[in-house]
């Protein structure tokens, strides 16, 4: 059974930092590509980072040089620093992991954690 579990959120002022995880259960991480998505009150579920099987990393322009996502495939971990956060990253993050074999898609995701960004 796959799980994914979030964890790291909370609230913080603007200009601050939050490193957030994700531990993976009942997979082999590095087979995955990893992501970070986020949603705001309202709003559809946006991508924020990924880090491809290759280790490839790509951002959304919204995080770059800000935000830096990791993965310890050894322990099947998967993190999100963020940075000077804003009150516009307000949202609950979601971990997900995608896998590719035989011409069927895998993707399982989190259940989210909240960041609240505010003075």
């Known amino acids: 059974q796959v799980q994914l579990v979030e964890s790291g959120g909370g609230l913080v002022q603007p200009g601050g930092s939050l490193r957030l995880s994700c531990a993976a259960s009942?997979?082999?991480?590095?087979?995955?590509?990893v992501s970070w998505y986020r949603q705001a009150p309202g709003k559809a579920r946006d991508w924020v980072a990924s880090?491809?099987?290759?280790?490839?990393?790509e951002y959304a322009d919204s995080v770059k040089g800000r935000f830096t996502i990791s993965r310890d495939n050894a322990k099947n971990m998967v993190y999100l620093q963020m940075n000077s956060l804003k009150s516009e990253d307000t949202a609950v993050y979601y971990c997900?992991?995608?896998?590719?074999?035989?011409?069927?898609?895998?993707?399982?995701w989190g259940q989210g954690t909240q960041v609240t960004v505010s003075s």
């Open positions: 997900q992991i995608v896998r590719n074999e035989y011409g069927r898609e895998y993707t399982y």
């Open positions: 009942g997979v082999t991480l590095g087979y995955y590509i």
């Open positions: 880090i491809f099987t290759g280790g490839i990393i």
